[in-house]
């Protein structure tokens, strides 16, 4: 397996500007989260899914924040309209369920720089 | 209030060296991650255990849940072992939110 694909890797946009990064969790994986990191907060959990259903997202920031998984291999995360306070790393994870005793597995991560 | 402390903050060794990781917390969970992040940014799992320990090479991660503590060990340390380490819990109060150390800044230098 080619393990959690994100995509981009790096995104450059200016304040205002739509952003979008997406994506593909491991085939088999009924559970997908999405990180932020930054070097003030460390790791910060977004949301997650379970089989496709958003089961918390009480992490999103705020409403320029959303988060969608339209099938079992495809989520994004949209930013509308970017800040620069948004400039970090945002890392997607999937796992094989929603138990806390299962091991993550984190795509390669996606640095946006909002100027 | 659920929380992870780790320490050291930073680490610097000879190869060679073996290395310790503390990590605490401050209530009851049902398993505890180490995590790998290289100098790259990727994240990689290192361990989720629950009791006892377990090892995976060069790499012992240790966890007791009476104590609330649990250690990484790494052995004969390389330069390659250079990345920052991180311990995350799930809290039995908060689903599967992992609330994260954090971080050791380890180096190894030749």
């Known amino acids: 397996d080619a393990g959690v694909i994100q995509s981009p890797r790096h995104e450059v946009t200016e304040m205002g500007q739509e952003v979008t990064l997406r994506c593909k969790p491991i085939s088999g994986h009924n559970s997908l989260f999405w990180y932020r990191q930054t070097m003030m907060r460390g790791l910060e959990l977004l949301i997650y899914?379970?089989?496709?259903?958003?089961?918390?997202d009480s992490g999103m920031p705020e409403d320029r924040f959303s988060a969608k998984m339209p099938n079992a291999s495809f989520s994004t995360l949209k930013i509308q309209p970017s800040e620069p306070r948004d400039s970090a790393v945002y890392f997607c994870a999937s796992s094989r369920d929603r138990g806390t005793n299962e091991k993550l597995f984190f795509g390669s991560g996606t640095q946006l720089s909002v100027l | 209030k659920n929380e992870v402390e780790q320490s050291p903050q930073n680490l610097t060794a000879q190869e060679g060296e073996f290395i310790t990781i503390n990590c605490s917390y401050s209530?009851?969970?049902?398993?505890l991650h180490w995590l790998q992040q290289h100098p790259g940014g990727g994240i990689v799992s290192l361990f989720m255990l629950s009791s006892g320990k377990k090892k995976h090479g060069r790499l012992i991660a240790t966890i007791n849940i009476q104590e609330k503590h649990s250690s990484l060990h790494i052995t004969a340390s390389h330069p390659r072992d250079s990345a920052v380490y991180i311990c995350?819990?799930?809290?039995?109060?908060?689903?599967?939110?992992?609330?994260f150390g954090e971080g050791t800044q380890l180096t190894v230098n030749p």
């Open positions: 899914f379970n089989n496709n259903v958003p089961i918390d």
């Open positions: 209530v009851g969970i049902s398993a």
């Open positions: 995350a819990a799930p809290f039995e109060t908060s689903g599967s939110r992992l609330t």
